[in-house]
């Protein structure tokens, strides 16, 4: 075909429901050049005959109307076509929304040396065009404005800024979305780096029994490198579930120790455990730092419950002998109390400890003096000897 032809508008932007009334004119230099014959397709497609006509010889007009948003942010292809398919002209159209104001933006610093940001990008989130998003930052009292260059580190809407932060002076931090149709800024966050300290989860999380305690597991963990490379102090929570349970258990009173006792638990049942830490007293600061990530999940079981149920034999004080009654009820009150928490104190340890050393050895004097009563018994029946 030895004629081209031009589409007006070029590349337009429009609003999702809006209208279009478009041309393609031919111009050629061999006498015969007509719009006659000439057609439509929308990425690809060929739009129906009916929404063109011809206004003149050379010009075939098109209307859209209520335009949807575009199918690609890099713009739906809109061609104008000769009678025998070839492509005489091509527009691109871009329908969509203006970005709305971002917001949610939460951060936070591995090293105190960091920063790393995300954000929502807005109540809808789709503007059908592309939306490019900027993270700027400045520190409060001065300074110029900063641009984050590293972003998709941790999810579409993030970045992170690596280095050249300063210490114990607040920063301004807040993100611009521009498109075609316009621009929105988000409100502006103010932080200090050491209130948005966090660390990775602790590492090496062991679970294993307490002797053959079945209601019991032991927990142990180590503490994140970075409490060690910065002086950080930390305080943990743990958290547990049944194999088939949805559910978690947290424990919050871990504080700053690395192992935990927890009790409570049902006999022969695998428990899933996991352990995070959060960061505090950085610099003497007194405000806490950010709950790092939970730890992987780690396995354990609680061993097999070995005493008789209902109707299994179980022993029964016999009439008429002292009863240890008041003293069981006691020490059922206090184990009862006990397995409601996990207990993670020393003090709850010693106490347990010494409960149970105290019973052991109760319970090993009232036999040997049930074992003096048995033998006065016995010499009595047979009287004395001749």
């Known amino acids: 075909m030895p004629y081209t032809a031009v589409i007006s508008p070029q590349d337009p932007t429009l609003l999702i429901g809006s209208s279009l009334q478009a041309t393609c004119s031919v111009h050629g230099d061999t006498p015969g050049a007509t719009a006659e014959g000439l057609y439509w397709t929308l990425n690809g497609r060929r739009l129906p005959p009916e929404l063109s006509r011809m206004l003149n010889a050379s010009t075939m007009a098109l209307a859209l109307a209520n335009l949807n948003g575009s199918r690609q942010q890099s713009g739906d292809n809109l061609v104008c076509h000769a009678r025998d398919g070839s492509i005489l002209a091509g527009s691109c159209l871009y329908v969509g929304l203006p970005p709305e104001k971002p917001f949610n933006i939460s951060c936070w610093s591995r090293n105190m040396k960091d920063l790393t940001c995300r954000w929502t990008p807005g109540t809808h989130g789709e503007t059908f065009l592309h939306t490019n998003y900027s993270l700027k930052y400045k520190l409060r009292w001065y300074g110029q404005d900063n641009t984050c260059e590293e972003y998709h580190t941790v999810g579409p809407h993030s970045c992170h800024i690596p280095k050249d932060l300063a210490l114990f002076t607040p920063y301004e931090i807040w993100v611009e979305a521009t498109n075609r149709l316009g621009s929105a800024r988000s409100d502006v966050l103010t932080l200090d780096i050491l209130d948005v300290v966090t660390t990775d989860p602790p590492p090496d999380v062991h679970v294993s029994r307490v002797g053959g305690l079945e209601d019991q597991l032991s927990v142990r963990w180590v503490s994140p490198p970075a409490l060690k490379d910065f002086l950080f102090q ?147 029946a047979r009287g004395p000897a001749r």
């Open 234 to 380: 930390a305080k943990y929570q743990i958290r547990y579930r049944v194999e088939d349970s949805v559910d978690w258990k947290v424990v919050d009173d871990v504080s700053n120790q690395t192992s935990c006792r927890l009790a409570g638990l049902k006999p022969g049942t695998v428990y899933f455990v996991q352990v995070r830490c959060n960061p505090f007293g950085i610099y003497g600061s007194k405000k806490a730092g950010i709950w790092s990530e939970w730890s992987h999940p780690t396995a354990a079981s609680t061993p097999r419950s070995e005493r008789p149920g209902p109707g299994g034999g179980a022993c029964e004080p016999r009439g008429g002998e002292p009863s240890s009654g008041p003293v069981r009820r006691e020490l059922k009150q206090f184990l009862g109390w006990l397995k409601k928490h996990a207990y993670c104190s020393n003090l709850s340890f010693r106490l347990y400890d010494q409960w149970r050393a105290w019973m052991q050895k109760s319970h090993k004097t009232r036999n040997q003096d049930e074992g003096i009563l048995s033998s006065g018994r016995r010499g009595t």
